[in-house]
T-cell receptor, first 115, second 115 residues
């Protein structure tokens, strides 16, 4: 069975600084996607960034980028120029190629951006 | 609709009562997912629908939980004889299809409190 582990329950960063959130996963598959979701107090999960496992190039979306290390099964999220609006829970998630779109989530990291 | 809509937003019920949680997916989305988020935890997969059928019910925690989807649209998650451990946020998501490259859009969830 696949598992996703986020080892940092809480993190904080100063506004405008850079922060990296860690995620590791376990799978025997080769075909999968990885995701980072943001959950603000409104509870609605918002997709931040995703990575296809077959792509070697790390995904980037504006201030958000990932460091995907397939052999190490590591998928960290880097947030550059942190903004107050980035304060939220961040979840790493795994999607297998043959399980119908089901997402397997990590436990989450609560990020606080301080002014 | 513009997004995934869930109702009610909050529900307080007495132990032993039945509850129904509703999810209205984005129009045209054939795939629909239910997740449960217990306090301070990540999201736990419950069930997904492809159209009106549920190929994967593996995440339902007990036979007190059931879900249906009619007309390929609205879905209802029913919890019978609620217990205090059922207290959680229940999140629904929908996507265009069951495929890894389609984004899942989440609703704002129903916070269920069993007293």
């Amino acid at each position: 069975a696949q598992t996703v582990t986020q080892s940092q329950p809480e993190m904080s960063v100063q506004e405008a600084e850079t922060v990296t959130l860690s995620c590791t996963y376990d799978t025997s598959e080769n075909n999968y996607y990885l995701f980072w979701y943001k959950q603000p107090p409104s509870r609605q999960m918002i997709l931040v960034i995703r990575q296809e496992a077959y792509k070697q190039q790390n995904a980037t979306e504006n201030r958000f980028s990932v460091n995907f290390q397939k052999a190490a099964k590591s998928f960290s999220l880097k947030i550059s120029d942190s903004q107050l609006g980035d304060t939220a829970m961040y979840f790493c998630a795994f999607m297998s190629g043959n399980q119908g779109g089901k997402l397997i989530f990590g436990q989450g990291t609560e990020l606080s951006v301080k002014p | 609709g513009a997004g995934v809509s869930q109702s009610p937003s909050n529900k307080v019920t007495e132990k032993g009562k039945d509850v129904e949680l509703r999810c209205d997916p984005i129009s045209g989305h054939t795939a629909l997912y239910w997740y449960r988020q217990s306090l301070g935890q990540g999201l736990e997969f419950l069930i997904y629908f492809q159209g009106n059928s549920a190929p994967d019910k593996s995440g339902l925690p007990s036979d007190r939980f059931s879900a249906e989807r009619t007309g390929g649209s609205v879905s209802t998650l029913t919890i019978q004889r609620t217990q205090q451990e059922d207290s959680a946020v229940y999140l629904c998501a929908s996507s265009l299809a069951i495929a890894m490259n389609t984004e899942a859009f989440f609703g704002q969830g129903t916070r269920l409190t069993v007293v």
